[in-house]
């Protein structure tokens, strides 16, 4: 069974700072896909990055980047320069390569990020 | 950006009673799921849907529980009787393709069962 944790509950950053969110996840796969989404109050789900297990080098989508340690099977999101709009629940999750896209997610972690 | 669209943004009903949520995938989309997610809780899968059968469902999707395409840009589900443990947010996504592709999410539906 594949399993996705969040450890932090909650966390709260000031403007402009960096800000790490850490998951870890369990898998038996050999090809997976890693995700990190942004839930505003609005609950909409929003793909912040998205990480292929097979490659090494880590994704980075502007200001949010990831640290992919697949041995240890960690990934954590790194958001540098917090922005008032960074506020909102993240969600870690886990993808298997192939069959139905199904996603197990961890139970999130809300972000405040204080002016 | 296409955008999947959900229908409607909230939805009260009482107890027993049937409710369809809808969904417009992107219209290229090929795969089609239904995920939901209790307040306060992770968001959780309940069924994928490709090529007009359920690809994988979850055990939440019991038999009160039903999917349908019923033409060429509506995706539903279908509560027979509601419970009201199904309160929830319920999220439609759709995709292109498996594996290297992304999940795009709609906006969700609020249904509150009372």
């Known amino acids: 069974a594949q399993t996705v944790t969040q450890s932090q509950p909650e966390m709260s950053v000031q403007e402009a700072e960096t800000v790490t969110l850490s998951c870890t996840y369990d898998?038996?796969?050999?090809?997976?896909?890693l995700f990190w989404y942004k839930q505003p109050p609005s609950r909409q789900m929003i793909l912040v990055i998205r990480?292929?297990?097979?490659?090494?080098q880590n994704a980075t989508e502007n200001r949010f980047s990831v640290n992919f340690q697949k041995a240890a099977k960690s990934f954590s999101l790194k958001i540098s320069d917090s922005q008032l709009g960074d506020t909102a629940m993240y969600f870690c999750?886990?993808?298997?390569?192939?069959?139905?896209?199904?996603?197990?997610f961890g139970k999130g972690t809300k972000l405040t990020v204080n002016p | 950006e296409p955008e999947v669209t959900q229908t409607p943004s909230h939805q009260v009903t009482q107890m027993g009673q049937e409710v369809i949520l809808r969904c417009v995938p992107i219209?290229?989309?090929?795969?089609f799921y239904w995920y939901r997610q209790i307040l306060g809780q992770k968001v959780e899968f309940l069924v994928s849907?490709?090529?007009?059968?359920?690809s994988e469902k979850s055990e939440i999707f019991d038999d009160q529980f039903s999917v349908e395409r019923p033409d060429g840009s509506n995706f539903t589900l279908k509560i027979r009787s509601t419970k009201l443990e199904d309160s929830a947010m319920y999220f439609c996504?759709?995709?292109w393709g498996t594996g290297t592709e992304k999940l795009f999410f709609g906006s969700g539906t609020q249904l509150s069962v009372l």
């Open positions: 849907f490709y090529n007009n059968e359920i």
């Open positions: 996504a759709s995709t």
């Open positions: 990480q292929e297990a097979y490659k090494q």
């Open positions: 898998t038996s796969e050999n090809n997976y896909y």
């Open positions: 999750a886990l993808g298997a390569q192939g069959g139905s896209e199904k996603l197990v």
């Open positions: 219209s290229n989309h090929l795969y």
